[in-house]
């Protein structure tokens, strides 16, 4: 189970697979996720329905990249890294992000692996 840190509408996510390999995700990897818990949205001011802001419905499988993980990381530096819960963003197949926004710090290893589009959304990056 990994928390949802964007505004797609998803909450907790499941994996299903690794699109690596057949070992465990690191951060940055592309994993297939189930949609277990939606985010409930309070009605706007406008009147707009809050199943208009959510992308996501609960049920739904769509692609992720892994930003956070539980496990201990070592970078080349010699520093350890280990967050505190696994998270992740949800993506569309061409590997853009479906939410406009991010919550939460995202791990460095994204820039080596080509996800600048992620580390420009977050608020920030350890």
Not at 56 to 64: F, K, L, M, P, S
Not at 74 to 96: H, P, S, T, Y
Request: proline share 2%; hydrophobic share 40%; net charge positive.
């Amino acid at each position: 189970m990994l928390n949802c840190i964007d505004n797609s509408g998803a909450s907790i996510v499941e994996c299903v697979a690794n699109l690596r390999m057949k070992r465990h995700a690191k951060i940055g990897d592309r994993i297939i996720v189930v949609v277990q818990k939606q985010r409930s949205y309070v009605e706007t001011v406008g009147g707009t329905s809050a199943a208009a802001a959510n992308r996501v419905r609960r049920g739904d499988i769509r692609h992720a990249i892994v930003v956070r993980t539980a496990k201990k990381l070592q970078r080349r530096n010699g520093m350890v890294v280990r967050f505190d819960d696994n998270a992740c963003v949800l993506i569309n197949k061409a590997g853009e992000p479906i939410g406009t926004r991010l919550t939460g710090v995202v791990g460095q290893e994204l820039r080596d692996k080509q996800w600048s589009k992620i580390l420009s959304l977050a608020p920030m990056h350890v």
